[in-house]
């Protein structure tokens, strides 16, 4: 079929004609906006004081569970897990030394002084949010009965006791069995002398015996002291009453930081500004307490100051990133077109639709998230580029002459389609949103779908009516050398001569570079959508200083049903390498329970106490004892010399050297201080005896599972909630390390944990759920959105090559995107994956307005692709860089993920737009060119 454009040069052009229904539609538009300027701007206005009464208390969500589908069984599982562990947040204030003494003992105390003014402050507002403020972990907690006998031990005592424990166990492996002397001797009186074998049996038993006496004796008394200081703090415990509970401190390693834990009323996902004032409350009290006088600082996190902190910034954000594309849009607009009352009939079509934005967003979807904060700005970007059109097709008509009602009627007509094209295609594009799981891009896709309609809706009908009340017939406007097609003519006809060399080069180019852009990848993390914030920074610090002490990092809790669960659940979890330490309710154990070093209460002590008096009642029968091995010694002399005399030899040789053994041992036997050794063993009986029942104590506590079940009925009910669910269930927390972050590592850990069996629950694992969700939803609304483009830019463009020429320039700018993200380091994450329909949305509306002003200037036949260029290529470029101005605004916000979004926004756009003022012209050139020698 050959080209309009080849049709003969002589003939006058005509408007490209539209379908009807369009060409009555914008007529009526023209004649509305055009014939009633004040009634159309008196109806904008009361809709806007209505709009700003409306969105006057906008509200921002920040929680990442908005992210997620509403109805979604894990965000059913965090509510519910959220209100059981209500009572477990906390805010931190840390405390720190500026400038720390070289005393440690110093050190300590001004921090307690600091935390102990704090605290002051707290009592002296008696605020009802605030329910308890400690800079102790356990103070305050009650300990069963049983259990006290552990909190009259001091530390030291503690110590010197397991000291004691591994010195005796070390003399004493294992504890022998000592036989009677006497015994022996009385079983040999009575053996058959006769027998050489039954002679050696009979005479090494009762040298054993002696020897094994004498060695206990000679290494028993060594362990004395020992024994007699542990039985003195057996004792003393005994009869010492039990000391108040007042918890260990929460101290850093060098002590030059302290905790101090203040717990609020509410948990802080029930309301923002019960946050708000608990937070302040906090703020005004440290601020009260004059810490610079001791030379201490404070800084205030956890979850409520997050939350706070993170709402205020992202609020800041917001109002600073679409102040900066609002006065970069004035100042692109004002240079691009000269005249302030033509910038102002551009820019306040843009300020208003962004306000019904707003509006809409509050009514739809109860505000803003963490990835739609940022829509007004592109409100902004997206909306200006229609009054842009409007507007440089009104002053190309006023430059040949027109009137200003007749201007605006031709540009409304002759732009209105393109307008609607674009305006339909990106609306479209968002609409696909509305298909993803993910509640934030489906608000995302609600919002912008309406916000582009109503963008587009207020550039029609306001900007018209703008210019008819602000500018005057008789001052044409001035011919500006960017805003005139004359002047982008020649350079444009030099230009297409190049065409087949820019389209190559383009191709080329891109395909050269796609390599890198195959390079992105997708990552997820949950710290990229909350902005960097002071308690962020606290938060860290503490993470870092008190990992043994206060965790407040990522972490899983898992639900153990019975109590002999817990401690085996534990050991599993604590042997996970990515787990760096855990906590339960057996936290609140005396740790001399749990630990696996050896304590006196592992020794034998009932054992040791009946050898020792076996020792004692040996030495009371001492000297009948030597008595007797004497006796045996004589008799086995003359057995031996009997033997000898009989001729048997055998026998005369084991008697011989039975005599000489039992020699050696009397010998021994006849140099121990027998009354000394007595003194001795009897102190120790009593000292043994005492540790005996001591030790008793504690071997009749009752089983574990009992103590942890007495331990929870004594909790207060703010802190049970940390350890104990509602429905029963024993809490045991696994705090994770940050290498749960990198790679695939969460998912491995998630399979790992799958494989336990039990019952958990963790943010990082609704990370990982949102992560899924989002990257399906990346794929569907994709691919929606190209099916979409296509088919809008198909009706326009009946052509195949025409239609596959709008989308090319897209298509460029999406690869380059991608190889400039790439470079810079730049992946997926949950903010900027939208930068793909976004981008596709965005980017055709250039080429949509380019073909359609090639299609108008084809009747007038001769050189129309330059003629189109030359007229488009100025509205094409100061709207899509009020666009790039608008996500450039994103770089001044200090939330990670915006940032980032900002950076990919302006490779896209920035690409895309490159791309259809050189690439597009080129290959739309050739296309004209080869339907001319067709016909």
Known sequence: ??????????????????????????????????????????????LGGLAIFYVRDFPIRTALLDLLPQEDPLVTRLQSVEQEMAGIDVIAVLLTLISPPSDVAAREGLLFQAAERVIAELEERRSPDIVSASYRVGEGIPIPPELLIFRTLSPAETGRLREIALEVQARFPTLPQVGSLDAVLDGLSRADLADPTAVRAALGELTATGRLAHDLLERIVTVQGALNEAATIARDVRVRPAPKEAGQPILSPDRTRLILQIRPS???????????????????????????????????????????????????????????????????????FGRPVLCLAAVAPVAVSALFTMAWAKFAVGGFNLLTAFLPALVVGLGIAYSIHILSRYVE??????????????????????????????????????????????EMGAIMGVGTVLSLLTALLLTPALVVLTVRDRRAPRKRALSSVDFLQPTYRRFLRLRPGVVAVGVILTAAIAYQAGRVQFRFAS???????????????????????????????????????????????????????TASVRDLLPRELLQGEVAVWDLPVADARRAVADLYAGLEQWDTSLAGLERLIVTLTQAELLAILSGRPALAEALSGGVDDLARLLWDLEGVDEQGRRVQLAAMVTDLEDLELFVRAIEDLRPEPDLLGQILALLPAEVLSQYYTRRGQYVVEARVTRALHEGNNLRLFLDWADGLNVERFGLLEVTAELENYMRRDFLIATALALGIIFLFVWRDFPRPAEAALALAPLGMGYVWMLAGMNLLGIQFNFTNIVISPLLIGIGV?????????????????????????????????????????????LLAARTPGLQVLGTSALLGLGFTLLWSLTFLPAAVGILVEKAKRGD
């Open 266 to 336: 509410r948990p802080p996902f029930e309301s923002l500004s019960f946050n708000q004032a608990v937070t302040q409350t906090v703020r005004d009290a440290v601020a009260g307490a004059e810490l610079g006088d001791l030379g201490v600082e404070a800084g205030i996190s956890g979850r409520y100051v997050v939350m706070v902190e993170a709402e205020a910034t992202i609020r800041r954000d917001m109002n600073l990133v679409t102040i900066l594309s609002s006065l970069a849009v004035v100042v692109i607009v004002l240079f691009a």
């Open 527 to 581: 710290e990229e959508l909350a902005p960097l914030t002071p308690g962020q920074t606290v938060l860290t610090t503490i993470t870092r200083e008190f990992a043994g002490e206060v965790w407040l990092g990522d972490s899983f809790r898992f639900f153990a049903d019975r109590a002999e669960d817990v401690a085996p659940l534990e050991e599993v979890l604590a042997s996970h390498p990515w787990v760096h330490s």
């Open 845 to 889: 509306d250039s080429a949509v307005h380019f073909l359609h002003r090639v299609h108008e200037e084809r009747p007038a036949g001769g050189s129309a692709v330059v003629r189109a260029a030359a007229a488009s290529a100025v509205p094409i470029a100061v709207s899509s860089v009020t666009t790039i101005a608008a996500f450039g605004a």
């Open 397 to 442: 008509e006023r430059l040949k002459g027109q009137a200003t009602k007749p201007a605006l009627v031709t540009a409304l007509r002759t732009k209105g389609g393109a307008c609607l094209t674009a305006a339909a295609t990106t609306a479209a594009v968002f609409g696909c949103l509305l298909v993803s799981e993910s509640r934030a891009l489906w």
């Open 1 to 46: 079929m050959p080209s309009p454009s080849a049709r003969p040069p002589g003939k006058k052009p005509e408007p490209a004609r539209m379908p009807r229904w369009r060409d009555r539609l914008f007529s009526t538009i023209a004649r509305v906006s055009t014939r009633w300027p004040a009634v159309v701007v008196a109806v904008f206005l009361a």
